[in-house]
């Protein structure tokens, strides 16, 4: 045997980890670095603060809802196959919003670049855990992969800045394309079907998956439309009371009809997962809005430039690699409780730091070390959190544990993002309305600037209320009396991608 013919494999390794990593790096990249362009989209196409949030949404909601029911297809049909789709579906759907003129084609656009990142996500790490040989060699090949997610999100707010500066944010969709492209490619060429994947017995839960996504999406719009337009219009009451009645009927559906439920219910009765994935939602809930407030503050009130808005947030995702990496460490030490229990309480502290923003604020006296806090909490508890979530789970649940446990915190994400974005608006809507007609330009503005960011503060200082909502969560978490001695398995890495 020659030496050429003992490298090949492992060059063809090399090749898929890059293949699953690029494509996990796009999943996260695609949530950060929207969120930087968001003023720049809110005028070109005319969207109201209020409604900017659904850009998100729209992506997290879907992304969110149908994340089991991607992972199921691969599982189903064969990674090989579902991964390219996915990743078609994903490269279509950011060219549609590159050349977005409406509003209601970019959240169309946003939408199905979240069914793609749901069907390509799971699919990454099959491709992982089916090429690597379990042990060192697969726990690198996370790592990587792990790693990779992490870079995506500090990338996204950097490359999000330099594109709409000094091009347009329609390049932070574009961007998407060649990389796409060059994935489905990549994959044809060097990703194949693992034996025994394509089990025709198996069954997709396509009505649950549809009834909690629709069920989910009419209550946020419910929680939108309320501060829009009121809470006793009949639009708000009949967002929320469909939105009820489909997650109502979604837990009946899994529970006495469903062939292969999404989601079995029996699950729940793992105290552990129960607690971690409230924790998670609060979490979610907590810091997701916050990031969507810190775009607009720094960019509509302070005036920086997407640039400089964009390299302001790359200390942030970095502090949540750090957290995330010191917690992996600490874990086997003192245990899950304690960092669960902790990190909130961090992000909290800078959250309310942040209530008192102005627009005299600064960045590094004011915004740099309260955002560096807020991340880093949410960095320290998402190992552990991963953990408790998948370590008392009969391992048959253990790949449905760790996507519950994603799903738990877009989820969080998007309902947070709503609720808090109505706080913020109508408080900033109720000082504008008491400006004195009489009142100058000049003094005029300068009020809508302050209202504008007392409604972003106060959105902040509820946002610390659910963090600390999180910590207290986690006091239901049993005591591990091994401390958290057990290494991590596949099931909980793959629940700790820093999104």
């Known amino acids: 045997m020659n030496k050429s013919s003992v490298e090949r494999p ?151 800045g330099v594109l709409t500066n000094y091009l347009s944010w329609r390049w932070t969709f574009l961007i998407n394309v060649p990389v796409g492209i060059v994935e489905v490619l990549l994959a044809l060429l060097y990703i194949s079907e693992s034996r025994g994947e394509h089990k025709a017995s198996n069954r997709l839960d396509v009505m649950g998956s549809l009834m909690v996504t629709f069920g989910l999406t009419s209550i946020v719009f419910g929680l939108v439309q309320g501060g829009n337009i009121g809470w006793k219009k009949g639009e708000t009451i009949a967002a929320f009371a469909i939105g009820i009645v489909l997650l109502v009927g979604f837990l009946f559906y899994e529970a006495r009809v469903a062939a292969a439920p999404i989601i079995p219910l029996s699950i729940f009765k793992y105290r552990a997962l129960s607690a971690a994935n409230a924790a998670m939602f609060l979490v979610g809930g907590s810091i997701f809005a916050s990031w969507f407030f810190l775009s607009l503050f720094m960019q509509e009130v302070l005036g920086y430039s997407p640039l400089k808005a964009g390299l302001a947030f790359v200390p942030q995702t970095l502090a949540i690699i750090v957290g995330a990496q010191v917690s992996s460490r600490l874990i086997h030490k003192v245990g899950t409780r304690p960092l669960i229990i902790g990190g909130p309480i961090i992000t909290a502290v800078g959250l309310l730091l942040l209530g008192g923003i102005t627009p ?88 809508t600037l302050l209202a504008s960011a007392h409604g972003y503060g106060l959105s902040m200082k509820i946002s610390a209320v659910i963090a600390i909502g999180a910590s207290l969560s986690a006091l239901a978490l049993p005591v591990s009396k091994s401390r958290g001695s057990e290494p991590l398995d596949d099931s909980a890495m793959a629940a700790i991608e820093p999104a």
């Open 10 to 160: 492992l060059d063809r390794k090399g090749l898929l980890l890059f293949v699953a990593a690029l494509a996990q790096f796009m999943v996260v990249l695609d949530v950060s670095i929207v969120n930087v362009a968001l003023p720049a989209i809110k005028t070109t196409l005319g969207f109201t603060t209020n409604d900017l949030g659904w850009i998100l949404n729209a992506y997290t909601l879907s992304f969110a809802g149908l994340l089991l029911l991607g992972g199921r297809l691969g599982d189903i049909f064969g990674k090989k196959k579902i991964f390219i789709i996915g990743m078609a579906i994903f490269t279509v759907a950011s060219l549609l919003g590159a050349v977005s003129n409406s509003q209601a084609l970019i959240l169309i656009a946003r939408a199905v670049q979240g069914l793609g990142s749901a069907i390509v996500s799971p699919a990454t790490l099959t491709i992982i855990t089916t090429s690597f040989a379990e042990g060192k060699e697969r726990a690198r090949a996370i790592g990587i992969w792990s790693a990779t997610a992490g870079a995506g999100g500090a990338a996204g707010a950097l490359f999000g």
């Open 360 to 447: 005299e604020a600064s960045y590094l006296k004011t915004l740099f070390v309260p955002s560096v806090l807020i991340t880093l909490g949410m960095g320290l508890c998402f190992t552990p959190l991963a953990f408790a979530a998948t370590s008392q789970v009969d391992r048959r649940y253990a790949g449905l544990a760790s996507g519950l446990l994603n799903t738990s915190r877009q989820v969080g994400g998007a309902v947070g993002l709503a609720a808090l974005s109505t706080v913020a608006i109508t408080s900033a809507t109720n000082a504008i309305r008491a400006i004195p007609s009489s009142a100058s330009v000049a003094v005029r503005h300068a009020s």
